[in-house]
């Protein structure tokens, strides 16, 4: 990982400069268990990952902060808000996916349970969720909302937002051009308290740009 740069506020000449990040450790990321509303905390690892990154957005100088409704998005987003003294948003439009009945469960036993259901997930996880799972092409639409209203709210930034691995890579793939389909495969690991750095278009019909991914965000 690279660090990224100083993070100094978007000119009238470019979009603004938003940081979608994931959040810290949670208890189930040891034993790689899909985690998308089971509401886990942090661990201690996680908060001092969020720690880490509150240092990064104080020394960026971050605009402000928005983040999922879920506890360890918040409280990895209200460290950082905190450290930057901007304010801390949050919006259930950023939280993850629901999973359904793949819920804490690790692929390893998805595939006992749902062979079949989690070949084709693999083949095409936007066409084929998992079991009971939310429509991929529901949650894009609803977090390119929430990324909407954050550019219209803070045309200065650079911004801050934590949300969740799986919807910050179907995010990045359909705000920049990328085929949602292929998220596993373009983006197969969002590190914690790391994730995309975007560059919002000027205009509504723009495409965003991907700046860098999986750099680091964090000062110790």
Not at 117 to 134: I, K, Q, S, T, W
Not at 166 to 185: E, V
Request: proline share 8%; with cysteine.
């Amino acid at each position: 990982m690279r660090p990224v740069g100083d993070g100094s506020r978007s000119g009238s000449d470019e979009g603004l400069l938003i940081f979608l990040v994931r959040h810290g450790e949670t208890p189930w990321h040891a034993e790689n268990r899909y985690c998308g509303r089971t509401d886990l905390p942090l661990t201690e690892r996680g908060r001092e990952q969020a720690e880490g990154l509150a240092r990064w957005a104080a020394d960026v100088g971050v605009a402000a902060v928005h983040s999922s409704t879920l506890t360890r998005a918040r409280e990895t987003a209200a460290g950082a808000a905190r450290a930057a003294g901007v304010p801390h948003h949050v919006d259930p439009r950023l939280v993850e996916l629901d999973f359904g009945l793949a819920e804490g469960h690790t692929p390893a036993e998805m595939r006992q349970r749902w062979p079949a259901e989690r070949a084709a997930f693999e083949r095409d996880p936007v066409a084929h969720p998992l079991p009971g799972g939310e429509d991929p092409k529901a949650a894009m639409a609803r977090g390119a909302a929430g990324l909407d209203d954050i550019v219209r709210a803070h045309p200065g930034g650079p911004v801050l937002v934590v949300c969740h691995g799986t919807l910050l890579r179907l995010l990045t793939c359909c705000l920049t051009g990328i085929d949602p389909s292929r998220y596993r495969d373009r983006f197969p690991k969002v590190a914690n308290t790391s994730g995309a750095v975007l560059r919002a278009p000027l205009s509504h019909d723009g495409r965003w740009k991907l700046l860098d991914f999986n750099p680091s965000l964090s000062t110790s």
